[in-house]
């Protein structure tokens, strides 16, 4: 097990190294610089001179395989450099960030866990009545919704026309006690975990169902265990296999979905610095927060696996 | 029509005519009670036209639609960020209220050598900086060489990034301690509106902080930085030791939402009480909301079509001219972007002191015109490529109202086919000599025509700069020189009158709508006034 750790953990560096140079590309390829727009600030015209010594300055005067070069040796050293816009370094910009992306997606998960099992259990084991159709169509519904709009819609019903809930940000100005910042977190949460109960749901559904006619299940019905017993104990661990896989992935999905949930709600997470870091023009911001995503999720998929094996015994890797 | 559409629409001299109603309705109430002045009723007042409320206090959430990138004055590159560092930190002169002229802040007092080439300043004295440190000639000195002296210790995080733009000057000396003496390389007549860009700071905070200074700024005005949580607030706090007097607020929050349904949210259900540079879809969903009011202001934008002039459809002076009888401005003005901005007849607005008011006769809507001129040039219509961004405000409505100019332009016989592209992109795009026809804005505060005449059609702001039109006229040269350089204001005017001429018989751009100053308020915010000049001051107003 350590082994297939170790191993998986070695296989991170070149997807990683793809993931940087891709991104890294992408944004010096794509027209637009941050030395125009510094320039263009002052809304009076510049000369090539003035281009040029900003771009000394920013070191975009190299070649670019020279400035991947340096920015992936900094990274190696543990500098993810200074923003060309808030004149900052980015590390501790990052750590902030992730940390209030990350009570998000904390709580969008909590949010989906137990409404999309729930919601898959009871619909396979009503299945076929007006409750599964019931559940089907809110699933289908939950999918289909936008994250975008759904989040302006929550903003609107509670926060405007309500006012029970705040419409953004993360704390109120000068409160940031437990209750404010849940009741901050709660819309967001929401509009963010949708998506994810929805999907978990479906496949609750019908991973439920296919346990539910396994073999086992009618030899535990047959020994004439109450139904609640045979659910609880034979066929709910195994229906989480499939099921915790989903999530895994889901955790991927929350972190894009959060850059759209953040702009709407105003959370201060990584969604919405690497959004302005593009309209920007911010390469070291961009580049920074792409990579640091880029490792999460590949974690994330690696301690799923790892959860994967204790959850199913039969599940060995060599 | 609602309140707010009605205020827009009416002309500057009206809106002084309801202020002035309200100045005698004051008068009326009892004291202690809030004199109704509709905000936007004031907008073009001014300072003796407006009517201040007798009140303080409070806790005023503004959204300047950013986080701030930085709040070192010397750093900042957003008109967002701008707006913060305005109340912590001054020059030595500023815009007196409601207008574009210079009266004092940090100095007293000012002369000009008989030569041009220097100016004297006399200081405040006993201005003390926030942090308790005394502001005198050395911190004038200091923000100068932190900015332009590239062997001052701090000039690295301090540089102005663009010092061409501040090439006449050449140094600054300290005659005694409040006392300070710019010298100039050649002479500029409009030294005294650039020297309020130069923001003082305190040199010792700067030398504490370094490169934290952005963090934790230090400046001399109204009111005192307190805590910035990064990506949601910053908190600023009444200075009492203010040399203008106490200022009215106790605290100044600003705060950044980037969304305008979230915008909109916020500013409804009370979170925030000053929204700065609203849509005109905002200000719809604002009108007959009772509790907000759209305060808005002139400005010295342009929003303009510019034509390549070496593209060999537009070289034909006949086309271009077409172009400007072909578009449908109040259209695009009363429907697109309902009375947010006003129809432009020439490049300055009307706003400017030298604006010329013969511009208004050179066009008007007149499609019949277009098409006659089209034929005289023997026109071929061939697909003009028409470049229009995508999600930059400056711009307003671009692709509402490409669409409503593409439809114009069809209509007497010319084709184009737009190309959309996201605003930095399409900013590279239209400076590449293929580009045939843009839409364009040049966002600046109705003080010097210069920054406008210089930044987007002149010889030295020809691609990489903004001069889209590739036009380039050597009578107008000489008069930019003359308007930046000649000391004899007749013949300055007389210049700027001139080049708005030039401009229109030449037609290089067509000139479509000079945006307002927009900002949501709501009613329990007093004495909030949209400045000419695009900022605003908060040393009077009160949330209450």
Same mark, same amino acid.
């Given at each position: ?76 050293? !543990?500098? %993810? ?12 910009? &990052?750590?902030?960030?992730? =940390? ?5 997606? &904390? ?16 619909? /396979? ?11 089907? /169509? ?5 999918? @289909? ?5 759904? !989040? ?63 073999? +086992? ?76 995503? @880029? ?24 | ?29 009892? /004291? ?46 957003? @008109? ?30 000012? =002369?000009?050598?008989?030569? !041009? ?37 701090? +000039? ?21 301690? +409040? ?29 504490? #902080? ?70 005109? #879809? ?68 009307? /706003? ?10 050179? %066009? ?165 006034? @949209? =400045?000419?000049?695009?900022?605003? +001051? ?7």
């Amino acid at each position: 097990m350590t082994r297939y750790i170790l191993r998986r953990i070695v296989q991170m560096i070149p997807v990683l190294l793809l993931t940087t140079i891709f991104v890294f590309s992408m944004l010096h390829l794509a027209p637009g610089d941050p030395i125009s727009l510094i320039l263009n600030a002052k809304n009076r015209p510049y000369t090539q001179e003035d281009f040029d010594r900003v771009a000394q300055q920013l070191g975009m005067d190299k070649s670019l395989p020279m400035q991947y070069l340096t920015w992936i040796g900094n990274i190696f050293q !543990g500098d %993810f450099g200074t923003s060309i816009f808030m004149r900052r370094p980015i590390g501790p910009i &990052l750590v902030d960030r992730m =940390e209030a992306t990350a009570v998000l997606a &904390l709580g969008a998960l909590i949010f989906a866990l137990p409404i999309g099992i729930g919601g898959g259990i009871l619909s /396979a084991l009503w299945r076929g009545s007006i409750w599964d159709k019931l559940i089907n /169509a809110v699933i289908v519904a939950g999918i @289909a919704f936008p994250t975008f709009a759904l !989040g302006l819609f929550l903003i609107v019903l509670f926060g405007v026309q309500w006012q029970v809930l705040p419409v953004g940000g993360m704390t109120s100005f000068g409160d940031g006690s437990l209750l404010d910042r849940a009741q901050h977190l709660i819309l967001p949460a929401i509009s963010l975990g949708v998506g994810p109960a929805a999907i978990i749901a479906r496949l609750t559904r019908s991973s439920m169902l296919e346990v539910l006619s396994q073999d +086992y299940i009618r030899t535990a019905r047959a020994k004439g265990l109450a139904s609640g017993v045979v659910v609880r104990r034979h066929a709910f661990r195994n229906v989480l296999v499939p099921v915790l896989t989903v999530v895994g992935l889901q955790v991927g999905f929350l972190l894009g979905g959060a850059v759209l949930v953040e702009i709407v709600f105003s959370w201060p997470g990584m969604g919405e610095l690497i959004v302005s870091g593009i309209q920007q023009r911010d390469f070291p911001v961009v580049q920074a927060g792409v990579l640091v995503i @880029a490792v999460i999720f590949i974690l994330i998929n690696l301690l799923v696996d790892v959860i994967y094996a204790v959850v199913d015994p039969r599940v060995r890797y060599a | 029509m609602t309140e707010t559409t009605q205020i827009l629409a009416t002309t500057a001299l009206d809106r002084r005519h309801l202020v002035k109603g309200a100045a005698i309705g004051s008068g009326a109430l009892v /004291a202690g009670m809030p004199a109704v002045v509709h905000p936007a009723a004031a907008q073009d007042a001014t300072p003796t036209d407006r009517v201040l409320e007798e009140g303080s206090g409070g806790t005023l959430v503004v959204d300047i639609n950013l986080d701030p990138e930085t709040l070192d004055t010397h750093q900042t590159l957003t @008109a967002a960020t701008s707006n913060v560092t305005a109340q912590i930190f001054e020059g030595l002169v500023r815009a007196k209220p409601g207008t574009v002229e210079v009266e004092p802040a940090l100095a007293t007092a000012w =002369e000009q050598a008989a030569d !041009g080439l220097s100016w004297t300043f006399t200081l405040r004295e006993g201005v003390t900086f926030h942090d308790g440190t005394p502001f005198n000639a050395a911190a004038v000195k200091f923000a100068y060489d932190r900015q332009f002296d590239a062997t001052n210790e701090f +000039y690295p995080l301090g540089q102005w990034t663009l010092p061409s733009s501040f090439d006449f000057l050449a140094g600054t000396e300290v005659v005694d301690d +409040y006392t300070v003496r710019f010298t100039l390389s050649k002479t500029f007549n409009k030294f005294l509106y650039r020297i309020g860009d130069l923001t003082i700071v305190s040199p010792d905070a700067v030398a504490k #902080e370094r490169e934290n200074f952005g963090e934790n700024p230090v400046g001399t005005g109204p009111y005192r930085f307190q805590q910035w949580d990064k990506g949601q607030q910053v908190v600023l706090i009444r200075n009492e030791s203010w040399w203008g007097g106490t200022p009215t607020l106790d605290q100044v929050v600003f705060r950044g939402i980037i969304e305008p349904g979230a915008r909109t949210a916020a500013l409804v259900a009370g979170d925030v009480q000053i929204a700065v540079q609203i849509s005109a #879809e905002m200000v719809q969903q604002l009108q007959g909301n009772d509790a907000y009011s759209v305060v808005s202001g002139p400005t010295g934008s342009l929003w303009f079509l510019a034509m390549n002039v070496e593209f060999p459809a537009f070289s034909d002076l006949r086309v271009r001219q077409a172009m400007n009888y072909a578009i449908d401005k109040e259209t695009i003005v009363s429907a697109v972007l309902t009375d947010t901005a006003d129809i432009a007849d020439g490049p300055l607005s009307p /706003a400017f002191a030298v604006y010329n008011p013969t511009v208004e006769e050179f %066009f008007s809507y007149d499609p019949e015109k277009a098409k006659a001129l089209l034929a005289e040039a023997g026109y071929k219509d061939s697909e003009i490529i028409f470049r229009v961004p995508i999600g930059d405000p400056n711009m307003l409505a671009a692709e509402e109202m490409g669409t409503v100019i593409q439809d114009n332009l069809r209509a007497v016989g010319i084709t184009t086919t737009i190309q959309s592209a996201e605003a930095v992109t399409w900013m590279d795009e239209i400076r590449s000599p293929d580009n045939q026809l843009t839409e364009m804005s040049w966002n600046i505060a109705p003080i010097l025509p210069d920054d406008m005449f210089n930044g987007i059609l002149s010889r030295a702001s020809l691609p990489p700069g903004f001069n889209t039109s590739y036009w380039v006229d050597d009578e107008y040269e000489d008069l930019l020189a003359i308007g930046r350089t000649s000391l004899n204001e007749e013949e300055v005017a007389a210049a700027y009158m001139r080049m708005q001429e030039i401009v229109m018989e030449q037609v290089p751009i067509v000139p479509v709508c000079h945006r307002r100053s927009l900002y949501g308020v709501s009613k329990t915010v007093h004495n909030f006034f @949209a =400045e000419p000049t695009g900022a605003f +001051y908060l040393y009077n107003v009160w949330v209450g």
